[in-house]
């Protein structure tokens, strides 16, 4: 697969359960329309395209992939009310509604889509790719599942959101606004959790601040997490091969290392030495060896 070429963005549409889901396509520059192989990207959990699944695409699109980045429905560009939702289920449909999307563009190849989740998507994207073959080739960067990782954080103060979600829905139906959850606070100090200042360090600077990532959710999105989980099905992806990369550092690498696990031999770990859950978002250090093993991976397998 040939490497480091130029590349073009172009802003796409799609309808994901009725609503629209606004998307760049990344494709080699000068591409003349012959069908080629496709990835199709997803965010992490409060976060646009624009960010770290941006980068992503267009580092695959310099090896000659054509890659489609979205942001999911309720948050960024997407349509979807209310704004912040956190519905997994929902993740998992824009993934299989992003891959027909594909199946329609005549410079695509059908039969030769993948995808690649970054740490929230990178729980609905294998989930997606359970029960949706058309995903030939699975990959994840800084995979978390988001339930389980809210849950672990704090048990009771999750319980208590699921028992509280039947009441904001209450809410909600009698024209109240949604209540919201902050995923990232404004500002960190020596007491903040490591985790917590990774993510402030990106979101919240301009390392990688972006308007329409408000970095906040819908609480009662908790009793539809509640009911999920990324990885218990993760057997049924094969043989299709799953690619988890994680950084040595990663607060989440017990993610991909039990996911890998239960994948049975048609899963991969890559760890990148060194690098933190945050840091495989844009890091060059770290984000390097992550793309070129991301495109021999899709290079093989599509």
Same mark, same amino acid.
């Given at each position: 697969?040939? !490497?480091?070429?130029n590349?073009?963005?172009?802003? +796409? !549409?799609?309808?994901?359960?009725?609503?629209?889901?606004?998307?760049?396509?990344?494709?080699?520059e000068?591409?003349?329309?012959?069908? =080629?192989?496709?990835?199709?990207?997803?965010?992490?959990?409060?976060?646009?395209?624009?960010?770290?699944?941006?980068?992503? %695409?267009?580092?695959? %699109?310099?090896?000659?992939?054509? *890659?489609?980045?979205?942001? %999911?429905?309720?948050q960024?560009?997407?349509?979807?009310?209310?704004?912040?939702?956190?519905?997994?289920?929902?993740r998992a449909?824009?993934?299989?509604?992003? #891959?027909?999307?594909? /199946? !329609?563009?005549?410079? +695509?190849?059908? %039969?030769?889509?993948?995808?690649?989740?970054?740490c929230?998507?990178?729980?609905?994207?294998?989930?997606?790719?359970?029960?949706?073959?058309?995903?030939?080739?699975?990959?994840?960067v800084?995979?978390?599942? +988001?339930?389980?990782?809210?849950?672990?954080?704090?048990?009771?103060?999750?319980?208590?959101? #699921?028992? =509280?979600?039947?009441?904001?829905?209450?809410?909600?139906? *009698?024209?109240?606004?949604?209540?919201l959850?902050?995923?990232?606070?404004? !500002?960190?100090?020596?007491? /903040?959790?490591?985790? #917590?200042?990774?993510?402030?360090?990106?979101?919240? /600077?301009?390392?990688a601040?972006?308007?329409?990532?408000?970095n906040?959710?819908?609480?009662?999105?908790?009793?539809?997490?509640?009911?999920?989980?990324?990885?218990?099905?993760?057997?049924?992806?094969?043989?299709?091969?799953?690619?988890?990369?994680?950084?040595?550092e990663?607060?989440?690498?017990?993610?991909?290392r039990? *996911?890998?696990?239960?994948?049975?031999?048609?899963?991969?770990?890559?760890? #990148?030495?060194?690098?933190?859950h945050?840091d495989?978002?844009? =890091?060059?250090?770290?984000?390097?060896?992550?793309?070129? =093993?991301?495109?021999?991976?899709?290079?093989?397998?599509?």
């Amino acid at each position: 697969m040939a !490497t480091q070429q130029n590349t073009t963005r172009t802003t +796409v !549409t799609f309808p994901s359960n009725g609503m629209t889901l606004v998307g760049h396509l990344h494709t080699p520059e000068g591409a003349d329309g012959t069908p =080629r192989p496709a990835v199709v990207v997803g965010h992490p959990t409060t976060g646009v395209k624009e960010q770290t699944a941006d980068l992503y %695409a267009r580092r695959l %699109a310099e090896h000659g992939l054509t *890659a489609l980045t979205f942001d %999911a429905a309720y948050q960024g560009e997407s349509e979807g009310e209310p704004r912040g939702l956190e519905n997994p289920f929902q993740r998992a449909d824009d993934f299989r509604h992003a #891959v027909s999307y594909l /199946t !329609t563009r005549d410079d +695509v190849d059908a %039969a030769r889509i993948g995808v690649l989740g970054i740490c929230g998507s990178g729980g609905y994207a294998p989930y997606a790719a359970q029960t949706d073959h058309r995903m030939k080739a699975v990959a994840t960067v800084s995979a978390a599942d +988001v339930p389980d990782f809210f849950r672990s954080a704090d048990p009771e103060g999750f319980r208590a959101m #699921v028992e =509280r979600s039947g009441e904001l829905r209450a809410e909600e139906a *009698a024209g109240k606004p949604a209540t919201l959850v902050s995923a990232v606070p404004e !500002t960190v100090d020596a007491s /903040t959790p490591a985790p #917590v200042r990774e993510f402030h360090d990106y979101y919240r /600077t301009p390392r990688a601040h972006h308007p329409r990532a408000t970095n906040a959710w819908v609480l009662r999105s908790a009793d539809q997490l509640d009911q999920y989980d990324s990885y218990a099905g993760i057997a049924k992806l094969a043989p299709r091969p799953l690619l988890m990369i994680a950084g040595s550092e990663a607060f989440t690498l017990g993610y991909s290392r039990d *996911a890998v696990g239960r994948a049975g031999e048609s899963g991969e770990l890559f760890t #990148v030495e060194g690098a933190t859950h945050v840091d495989l978002y844009d =890091r060059d250090e770290a984000v390097g060896p992550a793309v070129e =093993r991301l495109a021999e991976f899709f290079g093989e397998h599509l």
